[in-house]
């Protein structure tokens, strides 16, 4: 008589799941395509469950765990255990090494020879977990991809007299563009980007050659150098996957496009512009929608002084609160952190963005649509009708839409908004300079966070130091901190010899009092709202910069390199 199976068959688990109201819809799955990983890819293309949901379910039918690639601490120690070539034709990627053993992910963690064969190439004991297949794959490109490799496909491709002529017409361009060898190193260079949590790729033409640089943690590094013949091409390249026009190059163009990662996308936003030497295009890249982790408030560091009148200011009924602060500050983190806090089944939450960044559950989002002339405005004026407790206003860009948030905040609404301020004050000011009346700003606006980031130490390689009395004097008023230990990162391979790795949010917080809200009324400089605020506990974001610095997050020049001076303590 034959044994029973040691664990659930997966078609069985999705059947047990709450709310499982699809029995004809998975048993033709089920009939079409077997019990095993095609199954899997079946349900989860089919939406009949998440992705995560389908992959746990089918690892306990293994009898394993499920970790996502994307979603897990990879290392470098645990991909410099598996040559490149191994992983490919296995299938499979380390995560990291823990107590001597590999943790690593396969597709097929069950298979007990292909993990012993893998073991001993490794020479490393290996705890496998499953992943899909296409994650791995995609996982492989990111996390193997480097500098070198990419240099010497930039170097191949340099040397082929296919790109000799720079007058090339448009198709024979857009073929070049299109041809296997520049799509390869193009991918490769987002793929490294990803990889070196890059968040701008610059790509521009030098008068000898091209270079491509990278923005990461707030620094702009120089990544890779390529020859100029090249150059047109890559750009034709990329304005092809946005749908631009590769014959225009004497006019700024603007696109978007995305690349798969696995099951998910990444997406990317790109500005080209002419230049003396050949266009200039940089690159955004914006979060992968499904996988960029919510960072809640209490996990952003804020300090407590900040944090809990913040925390109190978003659970009011109405009014307008304001995150400000330049390009990649963090502030649309800090309000998706503001929302997943308030975001509970009787609150009725809707976003207007551009674009969506993070998929909020149980949250409304809608990205503007520039190419049909749909504006923030117009959904604004739209979200108004659909019974709204909470709205989300990616930025505040026109008269228009800043009229209708504060109209929105005076009849019951709370609304949540991003403007480009250097302060908190200004964001204000800055409303009335809009064209927005001060007798509608004084009632509508009830609090303004400002925000920066700053690089974060490396924890790998941090050491403590003592600064200078002349340093110490000129950031700090109090006495007492020459024998304060502050800190810094010494450079390592973690963190490419930077010193730095990750970043770190600082603010300042001006709560609306009445006496704030007369002074707007009376068309109030930023001087004066600054003084008021001061009264009822405001410090500017140099103090709570500093804060951060004696904590050992961050040092004095990068809260330096991203404040205008004033008294800190």
Known sequence: MAKPPLNPSFGDLIRKTRHFDSEGE?????????????????????????????????????????????????????????????????????????DGVLTAVFSSPNDATLVKRVSQIAQIPISPVFALPRDIADAILIQYSNEKNIEESLNELGHSRLFDNPDLAADRLAALADSESVVQILDDIFYYAIRERATDIHIEAQETESRVRFRIDGQLREVLTYSRKLHRAFISRIKIVCNLNIAESRFPQDGRFSMPVGTSKANFRVSSIPAQYGEKMVIRVLATTSKKSMVTLEKMMMSQPILKPFQRLIQNPNGIIFVTGPTGSGKTTTLY??????????????????????????????????????????????????????????????????????????????????????????????????????????PSIIGVLAQRLAARICENCKEPYYPTRDVLKKYFKEEGLADVPFFRGRGCTACRGTGYKGRIAFHELVLITEEIRTLITNNASVQQITAAAAKVGFKPLRYDGLKKVLLGLTTIEEIEANTSFEWAT
Not at 45 to 64: P, S, V
Not at 414 to 430: D, E, G, P, W, Y
């Open 26 to 98: 998975l048993a033709a799955l089920e009939h079409q395509h077997g019990e095993g990983l095609p199954l899997l890819i079946a349900v989860i293309e089919t939406k009949l469950l998440l992705k995560d949901d389908a992959c746990r379910l089918y690892a306990d039918t293994l009898g394993f765990a499920y970790v996502d690639p994307f979603a897990s601490l990879i290392t470098e120690e645990a991909i410099a255990a598996v040559p490149i070539e191994v992983a490919k034709k296995v299938g499979m990627i380390g995560l990291y090494v823990l």
């Open 337 to 442: 952190a503001a929302l997943h806090e308030i975001n509970k089944p009787d609150t009725n939450i809707s976003t207007i963005e551009d674009p969506i960044e993070i998929q909020l559950a149980g949250v409304t989002q809608t990205q503007v649509n520039a190419h049909i002339d749909l504006k923030f405005s117009t959904v604004l004026r739209a979200l108004l009708r659909q019974d709204p407790d909470v709205i989300l206003v990616g930025e505040i860009r026109d008269l228009e839409t800043a009229k209708i948030a504060s109209e929105a905040a005076m009849t019951g609404h709370i609304v949540f908004a991003t403007l480009h301020t250097n302060s908190a004050a200004q964001a204000i000011v800055r409303l009335i300079e809009i064209g927005v009346e001060p007798y509608m700003v004084a």
